[in-house]
């Protein structure tokens, strides 16, 4: 089942992620620029900033915006109202089903909360013309590994604890080489798959504590009482700042670039 998201958050908050998917725009478009007039999607769009960027490098293209989660929709849908060159639609993107094949996929921080990579990219590679580009980014081997040593602690506390009977944590941190395997297999080829750290410092603990409920512990706060969410978050950032203070997220990510295959 996907996640919800509290988009109205995420919109404020997710700073780090424009960042990041600037200098992957900039990385992808030196190796192969944009004519700029290509049908793009834009996979996992959240409320759209990052499909803004690249809407910047195509004046006379069209993207495709998609997304599972019915608030990310709504509010990319408000974005880009008027803007003829964006359709915004609802898609778990493991069903996703394109009535034309795209130019170029993008993606930033959405694969690792899609366990299926197999399928996810089977599903991609039917979406692009042969020759099309998938360009994406998202959490690799090691993503936030301290975040996560102090979450887990956090859910061990007796007071959290009778909540996450069972829990499996269902994120796919990739590493390059399984990920190149997987792309080759689903008929990629020209493939680059590496990882690059992106330590993240936030201002305080506060400004951790509410990053962290917007973007990261959604799943784990859908398990617990509304009335403990602001207490779990603060607990885990007050962890995170204990080690280092002001306190960072020890971002892992996980960049691909491939091409789908042409037909010989
Ligand atoms: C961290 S946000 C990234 C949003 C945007 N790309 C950015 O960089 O700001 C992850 C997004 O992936 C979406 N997502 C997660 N699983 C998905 C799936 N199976 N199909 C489509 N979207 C999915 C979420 O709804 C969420 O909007």
Redesign the pocket.
Known sequence: M????D?AE?EVV?NP??G??TGLLEVALERRPLVGDEAAM??????????ELLLERLPGGTVLA????G??VEAARRRFAGDERVRVE???????EVEEPVDLI?????FH??KNHEK?FNVLASALKPGGRLVA?CGGQGNIAQVTRAIEEVMGEERFREHFAGWRDNKEYADPATTKARLEAAGFEEIETWLHEEPTEFGSTEELTRYLKA?VLGRHLERLPEVDHQSFADAVATRVAAVQDPPVMDYVRLNILATRRRES
Do not use: F, N, P
Not at 2 to 5: G, R, V
Not at 90 to 96: E, I, M, Q, S, V
Not at 106 to 110: D, F, K
């Open positions: 996907t996640l919800e998201w988009a995420y997710a992620h424009v990041w998917g834009d996979a996992g769009c959240g409320t759209g900033r990052v499909t998609v997304d599972a989660s608030a990310m609802r898609w778990d993107l493991l069903k996703l993008l993606s930033t921080a959405t909360w899609i996810l980014q973007v």
